[in-house]
């Protein structure tokens, strides 16, 4: 879970790598109204009761025309229209009709980052479990990291630990320690976040549905969300979007990532936009225009209709969470503090295991903890080379966890065959790089632009990826091929832990 996390960090930026397009700007920039305008005649007239409107990995605007509808399960849903077109040709991508919980999510160009970040929501299990799950994990490292502090006596003078390369067990204690002390800030607020926002979608919002509201969702969502300031269901023509939509980029600062307009060319119309986290802050804002005059009606709570410290702690939750709130600085530090833990827990259970290396339990449970190690990264590039491979069938949200969970079992089956923990780990490695060093080129053989095309049209973002993944490919290919050599040393260095100090 956190490994994946860490990896969904940069889930926008996988997504926009995995078509070959990381710098095609906010499509926002562009001029909107006309097209919607354009498909918002073709549409039946119900489904003009919402409009959501955003983009996807591959640059395309995504525009939901919908009504509330109950679905085959017997749940409130959103059903309607889903339209997808270019936003610099206004070229019709797709049109797709049915509930939104079938087509949120149904788009072939973003499967790969989809796939990610639902291994790291949801562990790829069905709704509610996998929130479930997900929730309790984070309370227990919430439980973890709160302990880690209480315990902590040394917590200041932790923070600058050296570690002592002439004992390998004290040694790797002493980077266990210093990865702890860095992270634990962290760890308690990924892991408090991370639980909170798996049981409020999961488990709060049902159960207040449920006791508050009788079981009455559109009452729940009215008062979470709040309703018009007045009702008009006479016809008038909507205001220019375009135009609503610049003078809320001048008043935010930013252009928006998405839009929605609630009852489409009624008197009572409404416009909504919402803006990225402005420089300095560490959330962003939902603007709103009166739909018939383009009136500016302020900046409107996420939840409730007026600001409140619900509403501030639910967005920070968000914000703390992704780590998302200064863009690509954030991001990384986020990713490398996420990498930092997924060490922490590592070497922590390989320390509390070199104890119990005598007793067979521990030591299968030693080589799961090896395969899992190295198994999930592998089969998150098999997931990887499932998409590329299936890009020109357009079943990439078929074959993406087919192929994770196929390279897993193969990831298994060796770590089952190979009996030796030395050859185990470098055939892991070199393993890994292989498949890291691969990708790119995969990705231009599959029809994505090679990096002559990339840079001529000044796109640098796609062969920077290209080239992290190659560097961190080769760099475990390096480990895999000189660990025997550097496994002796180390052995030939360290001692026992009945000889230590």
Not at 15 to 26: K, L, T
Not at 463 to 468: E, I, Q
Request: net charge negative; hydrophobic share 50%.
């Amino acid at each position: 879970m956190i490994l994946t996390g860490a990896v969904a960090v940069f889930a926008d930026e996988i997504g926009a790598w995995s078509i070959g397009d990381a710098e095609a700007g906010n499509p926002f920039a562009s001029p909107l109204d006309a097209p919607l305008r354009k498909m918002a005649e073709d549409v039946a007239v119900e489904y003009r009761d919402d409009v959501d409107v955003y983009y996807n990995s591959a640059g395309h605007i995504v525009a939901f025309f919908h009504t509330h509808a109950t679905n085959q399960v017997g749940q409130l849903d959103d059903k309607g229209v889903m339209f997808e077109f270019d936003p610099t040709t206004t070229k019709m991508v797709s049109r797709r009709e049915g509930f939104g919980s079938e087509l949120y999510g149904a788009d072939p160009a973003g499967a790969l980052d989809s796939f990610l970040v639902d291994l790291h929501v949801r562990l790829h299990l069905p709704d509610p479990w996998g929130l479930y799950l997900t929730g309790i994990l984070g309370l227990m490292m919430t439980a973890a990291a709160v302990s880690g502090f209480l315990i902590h006596r040394h917590l200041i003078k932790d923070l600058f630990v050296a570690p002592r390369p002439s004992n390998l067990v004290l040694f790797a204690r002493d980077r266990h320690v210093l990865a702890g002390s860095w992270t634990l800030p962290f760890a308690f607020v990924l892991a408090f976040t991370g639980s909170f926002l798996s049981f409020a979608v999961s488990l709060g919002l049902p159960v207040v549905g449920a006791t508050a509201f009788g079981g009455n969702q559109m009452a729940l969502f009215e008062t979470l969300y709040g309703l018009p300031d007045y009702e008009d269901s006479g016809t008038a023509p909507l205001v220019d979007l375009d135009s609503v939509t610049a003078r809320s980029t001048e008043i935010a600062g930013s252009l928006p990532t998405g839009l929605a307009i609630h009852h489409w060319a009624r008197a009572d119309a409404v416009v909504q936009l919402y803006h990225p986290p402005a420089a300095g802050t560490l959330r962003g804002v939902k603007h709103s225009f009166e739909g018939k005059t383009g009136r500016f009606l302020g900046s409107k709570p996420d939840i409730g209709t007026a600001p409140s410290i619900g509403d501030t702690a639910f967005g920070l939750m968000f914000a703390l969470h992704f780590g998302d709130f200064a863009g690509t600085a954030s991001k990384v530090i986020w990713f490398s503090l996420g990498l930092a833990m997924c060490f922490l827990t590592v070497t922590g259970l390989q320390l509390w295991l070199r104890r119990y290396e005598d007793q067979p339990l521990w030591r299968r449970f030693g080589r799961a903890l090896t395969i899992l190690v190295y198994g999930l990264p592998i089969a998150m590039t098999g997931a990887g080379y499932a998409y590329f491979l299936s890009l020109s069938t357009n079943e990439t949200l078929f074959w993406t966890p087919i192929g994770f969970l196929v390279v897993a079992g193969l990831a298994i089956a060796i770590g089952l065959a190979v009996r030796r923990d030395l050859a185990l780990n470098r055939a892991y490695r070199l393993m890994l790089g292989a498949g890291l060093i691969a990708l790119p080129l995969l990705r231009m053989l599959s029809g994505g632009p090679a990096w002559p095309e990339l840079l001529a049209m000044g796109n640098t973002a796609v062969v920077s990826f290209d080239l992290l993944l190659i560097i961190a490919g080769t760099g475990f290919v390096i480990a895999g091929t000189g660990l025997t050599k550097s496994h002796r040393r180390a052995r030939y260095a360290s001692k026992t832990l009945s000889e230590e100090p």
